[in-house]
């Protein structure tokens, strides 16, 4: 069981294009009892890729219309253009007939990419892992974040914890932290679109816990390498309950690998 | 003719859904000859707001796998989830049978939107339009930059030429400047999500001067005031070819009213 990972298990689609079915899993739950959106946008990239045909999404956009329960749903994959570089399609995906979240995608074969580098940006400033606090272990006179849902999928390590894990959010809607999906499941292109949507929101930092997607979209950047996660996330403009959110994910090696941009709405 | 825009009478689409008509024109050409990708987006909204009956594109993400050429397209619209707040929905653009740019959008009343507001970035620091240059304009042995195409339909002021301007990029990609659709045609929420990708590309001053859209995605903000946009571009990490470009734009009034960030791919 040592290969065995949730994430791969549970974002596994049968059948063949266009038609996709699967099986939304309660382990990436979130407090509503609906599916974390990453997760949702992973399963839809897996039915996207069966048809696409290139091994790296490089480009997703997840738009959220309704959330997904746990259960069986179906995935209607519409390819678009397949050219030498980039292969493009579209995915829906249905609960009880229901269209619930649309995806587009451009998948390629990012070993291939070559041209020139130049990188203004630089990656989170974090210690080691083995000198960081576990997010959602157990805080003195609590028994711990950790539930059935998606807290049990990641691992995150926090240089010091965050003003609103102690129950006084800081007002500043920004992170870095080191994050790894559970058990010994190692990063890849495929992991990385819906990681971008797993942490803790920024805006928890300005005290609002309920926040719904209306749009995510992923830029993957470079295959990572083995190892954790250096995570950066921020929320710049709160504007009529919309924000943006931004995550940067950097590899072990110090080298950006995905940048996401997420717009969503508070719900209270 | 004083009501006359161009940008509206090239954006106009006609026939009913699913399937609406336009034509492409060559007054938004890029420099190859073929229609500049904001433009292009711009008409594909005009027919997706035909189904979708809300006034605002809210969230807006657009695949271009192919250039789009002057001449007649056919946009294919496929609507999603019409809900209390959001309509959802799709657009494929075709030439000649073919697929070209795939779009999907989220549609509100954004007069509608209610909530917390909290910002903390700020709108760019410039001097008064009056008091800035026209990017554009013709400088000392040449006979500027104004060409029958997009830059035709558009103004740009800036406090300083850039270095691209004067034939040495800085090396640092990054800008901000007054942007204006040509003649009196004030900002709407319908040309914001196309104006992100009208002006000069951040990359110029890498020293990079051709480069082509991947997929954009742009988040309308607020409706804009009347008056001068004053816009912020910037790309921080280009790795192999491909790079971000994050654009922001604020109104006369101060307030921040689209973000978009892009994946492009240098091609030379």
Redesign the interface.
């Known amino acids: 069981m040592s290969d065995y990972s949730p994430f791969d298990a549970d974002t596994a689609v049968t059948g063949a294009g266009p038609r996709f079915q699967a099986t939304i899993s309660d382990r990436w739950a979130v407090g509503g009892g609906h599916a974390n959106g990453g997760y949702v946008l992973s399963v839809c990239l897996r039915a996207l890729r069966e048809v696409l045909d290139r091994p790296d999404p490089?480009?997703v956009?997840a738009?959220y219309?309704?959330r997904v329960l746990p259960g069986p749903v179906e995935i209607e994959v519409d390819a678009?253009?397949s050219?030498r570089r980039?292969a493009?399609g579209?995915a829906?995906l249905l609960q009880g007939g229901?269209?619930?979240v649309?995806v587009?995608a451009?998948f390629t074969d990012l070993s291939q990419?070559?041209?020139?580098?130049?990188?203004?940006?630089r990656a989170p400033n974090l210690p080691d892992p083995r000198d960081c606090l576990d997010l959602f272990g157990e805080l003195p006179g609590e028994s711990g974040l950790a539930a059935p849902g998606i807290t049990g999928q990641l691992e995150c390590r926090v240089p010091r914890l965050p003003g609103w894990r102690q129950g006084a959010p800081s007002g500043?809607?920004e992170a870095e932290f080191w994050m790894r999906l559970a058990g010994d499941r190692q990063p890849d292109t495929m992991a990385l679109p819906g990681l971008v949507d797993m942490a803790a929101p920024a805006v928890f930092e300005?005290g609002?816990f309920l926040s719904t997607t209306?749009?995510l979209?992923v830029?993957v950047?470079?295959r990572p390498a083995p190892g954790w996660l250096a995570c950066r996330v921020s929320?710049?403009?709160?504007?009529?309950?919309?924000h943006?959110e931004d995550f940067e994910i950097w590899d072990s090696a110090g080298r950006?690998v995905a940048?996401s941009?997420q717009?969503a709405?508070?719900l209270n």
């Open positions: 490089l480009a956009a738009f219309q309704r678009g253009r050219g980039l493009t579209g829906r229901q269209e619930l649309r587009v451009s990419a070559s041209g020139p580098t130049e990188v203004a940006g500043r809607a300005l609002h209306v749009e979209s830029h950047r470079a929320t710049r403009y709160l504007i009529e309950g919309y943006e950006l940048q941009r717009l709405l508070l």
